[in-house]
């Protein structure tokens, strides 16, 4: 019989799944009063998965009993339900067979085989048997079944076969490995693409709560899908009448006689919940939730959205919103716009994201006055489900966009953001303006660093980092580097050339550009001969290249084109300032014609005129970027340079560190934790040092070299988060901090070192001998291990630590635990 006691697993594993197509199912723990809901399933299975499943036709009232009959340690069983009132789909569950084994099974509806189902219930089941210290999972399969072997090869675990005459039996550890991850990983994204392609890329949309006049949201929603060209059938719903704008108007989704992919919501929040629910009696599998008050409108609206959330993910409906501006997808083959902008966006290679609804429509505007086009718009407004994550997904296998801009005012995921972002960054620049530089979320502290680290949103800055994120502090400077990255390749490196018509702003633009962290070099001596010898005498060739008032539209083309042959530079910035000689336009023409050559240089203009950037830079198949201060362009040019550097460097992934007990620092930390959380008493804090490897702490000998601190925060959102910087007063007077996500690679430990303003100190400051950084370094990646292995280590301190030519030393370490601190919800078991 089921157990009757305290389910230990109610909410941890209660969860909702993403499938293959981006549809969702309700995954929980067996109950023991689940016994005719898993006797209905049984009746929806055909006899071949039933003989299948049990390798004949068992008795019925047996299999029900062991279906319910668990434990939730020896014994283990998920269902996974669907609909209203919520039906069991499919069936999982391991059994102890030895100490350190269990048998595991699988019975999936016949409707619902293909969808990877049994693929996630396994991941589910292989996490409870691994902490119930079960090492490996066995499976005995019919030979004819398949699809269930197919099942296990292609889960990611290394499973092993053996075969005998009358089943084949698999055998797969719980614990999963990278190539395992790596495969979960891919599903996961598939399921996000297919899940926004709802949204993106519908078949037919319906319009709820359709307004008949414009200038109201209901209106001007069904009018922009209608203007847009939408291709694809467009229902109107609304009860109050038979016509809306020329179209025949229905009372409810459920009476459209086709099929309705995706209903855009612009009703009173309180009749939202009922329109979801008729959306799933109409089998709508996207929901774009444009109507207001919300989780952003107080307590009843944060319980109306978590019912509106509920009833969504029963029905396996996924959500855009609430409280959004809407979607675009310019492309030809789709021309949707569900929003209620007063301006269509111009089409692009863009994919923009924007928490904000207001701004959204200010940067459809912005954008098309720039010429930027847009690709794909979304708002995602509260995030219910869908959330910039998703759209990265979407928008990496999108082959109409090659940049992503997200505004973004909070983060749902980081740490899946930190897995998504380095790959979609590595094919296509991906830029952010986070809002909010303020205090970074980091827990109350007690500790040095967290001190540090709650004082500015540097754990921000640090995921931006790793993640080969463009951040960006305003839109203006959002749109300046996206102007660049759409039409200009990626510098290759930090050579800037500057060519003008005036000296000041020469300089102004030179000053910039290093003030950013780009070089302005001079130009070597046969470069400066060859543009010495068509530019006016007095003209000035070192860099910036000053051609005078009097330069002509050839001269700005000539000298452009000389630059590029030379490989001298990595990114040209032209300067023009109003002239009697010649006009604006004919300087953007001579500029633009060099670049239609597609050079590997990239090419910026400034133009100091009244007048905007001319459109003369533009052309059908030439854009080059245009800008009306010098500041704006050396801006752009350092933030596109500095992500060339991070795309070139080395991947680096993490090696294992050898010398860690793992166990006996789990026992460690568990007996502080019988004790009641607090900080480690210093005998403990030695201890659990020894078992990573780390220094003794207090054996300094002289205790000379070079102080440094070493730290972790525990960030609600982020999770751990490692510090190291300069010590003792001057350090923190100077705050030179380099701070990093868990966990580390070895790059990044190598990098968090030399990114401070004190690295000269370690590297042999003026004569003095090199201090071992590298011993500094495997503090870092040790420190960095053990609060990724150990999550109820939610601060840690090694202040001070001192690095010298000897090694690194520790004089004095703190680490507090207490319970495991709960991470953001990982979306792979969430919708």
């Not at 929040?269 to 709508?284: E, L, P, T």
């Not at 030809?332 to 902008?341: D, K, M, Q």
């Not at 990646?781 to 301190?797: C, G, K, M």
């Amino acid at each position: 019989m089921g157990l009757t006691g305290p389910n230990p697993y109610p909410s941890e594993r209660e969860a909702h799944i993403v499938l293959k197509d981006g549809s969702t199912l309700h995954v929980r723990p067996v109950r023991a009063d689940d016994g005719d809901a898993i006797s209905a399933f049984l009746d929806r299975i055909s006899p071949e998965s039933i003989v299948f499943r049990f390798f004949g036709v068992p008795n019925l009232s047996w299999v029900i009993n062991w279906s319910i009959d668990v434990d939730y340690a020896d014994r283990f069983a998920l269902v996974a339900e669907t609909g209203t009132p919520p039906e069991i789909v499919a069936h999982a569950a391991y059994i102890r067979c030895a100490p350190d084994q269990a048998e595991v099974a699988f019975l999936v509806a016949d409707a619902f085989h293909g969808h990877g189902i049994a693929t996630t219930l396994l991941a589910h089941l292989a996490e409870v048997a691994a902490r119930n210290a079960i090492t490996s999972f066995v499976a005995e399969v019919m030979p004819a079944n398949h699809r269930m072997i197919e099942m296990f090869r292609e889960s990611g675990f290394p499973v092993e076969v053996r075969s005998s005459a009358d089943s084949i039996e698999i055998e797969l550890p719980t614990s999963l490995t990278p190539e395992a991850l790596a495969r979960f990983d891919e599903r996961e994204r598939a399921a996000a693409v297919a899940a926004v392609r709802s949204f993106l890329e519908p078949r037919s949309l319906a319009v709820v709560g359709a307004g008949r006049h414009r200038g109201t949201i209901s209106g001007e929603v069904l009018h922009n899908v209608l203007s847009s060209g939408f291709n694809g059938p467009v229902y109107a719903v609304n009860p109050a009448t038979d016509t809306v704008q020329n179209l025949p108007a229905y009372s409810h989704v459920s009476e459209i006689a086709g099929q309705v992919d995706l209903a855009v919501v612009v009703v009173p929040a309180q009749q939202v919940v009922a329109v979801a629910r008729d959306c799933a009696r109409a089998g709508v599998r996207a929901l774009l939730v444009i109507s207001s008050g919300f989780a952003e409108a107080g307590e009843a609206g944060a319980a109306r959205q978590q019912e509106l959330l509920d009833v969504c993910r029963t029905a396996g409906i996924r959500i855009v919103g609430p409280n959004c501006l809407g979607v675009i997808n310019t492309a030809p083959s789709i021309s949707l716009n569900a929003t209620f902008a007063t301006r269509p966006a111009l089409p692009g290679s863009v994919g923009f994201m924007s928490q904000s609804g207001g701004l959204g429509v200010a940067i459809i505007e912005a954008a098309s006055k720039l010429g930027l086009g847009l690709s794909s718009f979304v708002a995602v407004g509260n995030k219910a489900d869908l959330s910039g994550n998703d759209m990265l997904s979407y928008w990496e296998q999108d082959p109409s966009t090659s940049v992503a801009l997200l505004y973004l005012e909070s983060f749902g995921n980081p740490r899946k953001f930190a897995r998504l972002a380095p790959r979609f960054a590595r094919h296509k620049p991906l830029l952010a303006v986070k809002s909010g530089r303020s205090a970074a979320g980091v827990r109350a502290t007690e500790s040095h660093t967290g001190t540090l680290l709650a004082e500015s949103d540097v754990t921000v800055d640090a995921l931006f980092e790793q993640a080969g994120v463009i951040r960006t502090d305003t839109l203006h400077e959002l749109f300046a580097v996206a102007q660049l990255l759409t039409t200009q390749p990626i510098p290759r490196g930090d050579r800037v050339a500057i060519i003008t018509n005036a000296g000041g702003p020469g300089a102004m633009c030179a000053d910039a550009c290093q003030a950013d962290g780009v070089d302005v070099p001079v130009l070597p001596v046969e470069l400066q001969q060859r543009l010495s010898a068509f530019l006016p005498a007095g003209a000035s060739v070192s860099n910036p290249v000053d051609m005078l008032s009097l330069a002509t539209p050839d001269d700005y083309g000539h000298a452009v084109q000389t630059l590029i042959n030379s490989d001298a530079c990595d990114a040209i910035l032209t300067i023009f300032v109003p002239s009697l000689s010649t006009t604006a336009a004919e300087v953007a023409v001579a500029i633009r014609k060099v670049a239609q050559a597609r050079p590997p240089v990239a090419l910026a203009a400034v133009f100091m005129t009244q007048e905007p950037p001319p459109d003369e830079l533009r052309s059908a198949d030439t854009q080059v970027p245009g800008y009306e201060f010098p500041e704006d362009a050396a801006r752009a040019v350092a933030l596109a340079a500095k992500h060339g550097r991070w795309r070139a460097r080395p991947q680096s992934p993490r090696q294992p560190l050898p010398g860690i007990q793992l166990e006996r620092a789990a026992a460690l930390i568990s007996a502080q934790l019988a004790d009641g959380p607090a900080w480690m008493s210093p005998t403990r804090v030695s201890e659990l040092f020894a078992c990573y490897g780390l220094p003794p702490i207090g054996q300094t000998g002289t205790a000379t070299g070079v102080e440094m601190v070493v730290g972790v925060a525990n960030d609600s959102n982020f999770g751990p988060v490692v510090a190291c910087g300069a010590g003792g007063p001057s350090g923190e007077l100077m705050r030179d901090l380099a701070v990093r996500l868990t966990p580390l690679s070895e790059l990044d430990a190598h990098e968090m070192v030399r990114a401070l303003k004190t690295f000269p100190l370690l590297d042999g400051y003026r004569g003095a001998a090199p201090c071992d950084v590298a011993s500094l370094e495997d503090v870092l990646l040790r420190i960095s291990a053990i609060v990724e292995s150990h999550r109820e280590i939610v601060e840690l301190d090694c202040n001070p630590l001192f690095v010298s030519p000897q090694g690194t030393a520790l004089t004095g370490a703190r680490v507090r635990v207490a319970a495991a601190p709960p991470l953001a919800p990982v979306p792979s078991l969430q919708a």
